[in-house]
């Protein structure tokens, strides 16, 4: 099993509708998330961190859920702006002085007109 | 803001030279990384640094090497370019506290001929 899962897409939704993007993880005792979106061909920007009790930021929403070990992105009236590959990133614990970090391989977003 | 720098946006060297890459940041950060990302197989880590002199291998640590001499730099070097090589390479830094997320540089798409 992979230790950061996502389905990698393409999801292509219609401009105003409401998507929603997981990611599992392996580790249980993994401590940090966050959520990064990346356009073609330019580096990854970070959107915004997860937070245990969950967290907004104008239209969109992350979530956790440590029980079945995934994280969640919910994007509400979609934008053509939003269209881009959204990267889950977990971060472990020290260990051997260092905390080890984890993205996973993206989902695509297609916001269609 | 956090600044992120690689020295060149764009790249192009003969299979067999030794290429450097160059990353600065402005932040302080102790832990400096370096991906590659080609086409449908997402970032994947070369090497790592969390402190000065100190580096770990990432997932696919073969055909370089790096060096941090300094905080704010992390160099990656090609030991002899091959073709393989040619991708896009991307620097991120973060500082060593959990909740902490990446930061990554424009990146540098080189090409080995």
């Known amino acids: 099993r992979k230790e950061v899962e996502q389905d990698p897409g393409p999801f292509n939704v219609p401009e105003g509708a409401t998507v929603a993007f997981n990611c599992t993880y392996s580790?249980?005792?993994?401590?940090?998330f966050f959520w990064y979106r990346q356009d073609c061909r330019k580096e990854p920007k970070l959107l915004m961190s997860?937070?245990?009790s969950g967290n907004e930021d104008g239209r969109f929403t992350a979530q956790l859920n440590r029980a079945s070990q995934y994280i969640s992105l919910l994007i509400r009236d979609s934008k053509l702006s939003d269209s881009a590959t959204y990267l889950c990133?977990?971060?472990?614990?020290?260990?051997?002085?260092?905390?080890?970090?984890?993205f996973g391989t993206g989902t695509k977003l297609q916001v269609i007109p | 803001d956090v600044k992120v720098t690689q020295s060149s946006r764009y790249l192009v060297k003969r299979t067999g030279e030794k290429v450097f890459l160059e990353c600065v940041q402005d932040?302080?950060?102790?832990?400096m990384f370096w991906y590659r990302q080609d086409p449908g197989l997402g970032l994947r880590l070369i090497y790592f640094?969390?402190?000065?002199?100190?580096?770990e291998k990432g997932d696919i640590p073969e055909g370089y090497s790096v060096s941090r001499e300094k905080k704010e730099r992390f160099s990656l070097i090609l030991e002899s370019a091959s073709t393989n090589q040619t991708s896009m390479y991307l620097c991120?830094?973060?500082?060593?506290?959990?909740?902490?997320?990446?930061?990554f540089g424009d990146g540098t798409r080189l090409s080995i001929l």
């Open positions: 991120a830094s973060r500082p060593a506290g959990i909740h902490q997320p990446q930061h």
């Open positions: 580790n249980s005792a993994s401590q940090s």
């Open positions: 997860v937070y245990s």
């Open positions: 990133v977990v971060i472990d614990p020290f260990s051997g002085g260092y905390q080890k970090v984890t």
């Open positions: 932040m302080d950060h102790e832990n």
């Open positions: 640094s969390y402190d000065v002199k100190m580096k």
